[in-house]
């Protein structure tokens, strides 16, 4: 995951007009901002945090500071990712392409797993291989939704596989990942779903 570190006041943009046009376009939504400004105002520091600024430091700053500043801001915007997919090779892809998104992936074998993982972490996406989980994969859903109901699920299907993706959205799925797949397709589609759009 990038950082972006913006001055507030810039010649030809403020802060904010940057802040609006990550927020709009969901390939960039998800990149944390540090704004720094040469004056604190209250106000100010309000409406960019309010836009969606992670932290804003008062010029001049040390590069330590900026440094310890940003890897906090980077380390509280890692997300949880399970993934459960029988296959070795595409959980290497996926754990790669998770990291390489600046969030945490972990593997569970079985819907029982992934219901132990979830009752006791916080868990931001499931990837779930339906036909690998041995148990009904909608009944799964359903109950990692009640058990945290603001994760995100997302089904690992094979392109052959006629799957109704209506249906899946309508019941409770967040999205469809079809295999085979470039990792650059997967990485949008993790955070296109991560950020509920």
Known sequence: MDVILSEVDLYDASGIDILGFLQANLRFSEIPVILLTV??????????IRAGAKDVLLLPV?????????????TAMRRMVLITDPGLIFQQILTRVINRCGHLAEVAQTGAEV?????????????LEPLS?????LELVASLKDIQPHIRVAFIVDKDN????????????DGVITRPFLSCDVEFQIREILSGS
């Open 39 to 48: 004056r604190i105002d209250p106000n100010q520091v309000r409406s960019v």
């Open 162 to 173: 006629s799957i109704d993706r209506d249906f899946l959205l309508a019941s409770g799925v």
């Open 62 to 74: 040390t590069d330590q500071m900026l440094l310890d500043r940003t890897r906090d801001v980077m």
């Open 133 to 137: 989980l041995g148990s009904d994969p």
């Open 115 to 127: 219901l132990k993982v979830s009752r006791t972490r916080k868990v931001d996406l499931v990837l």
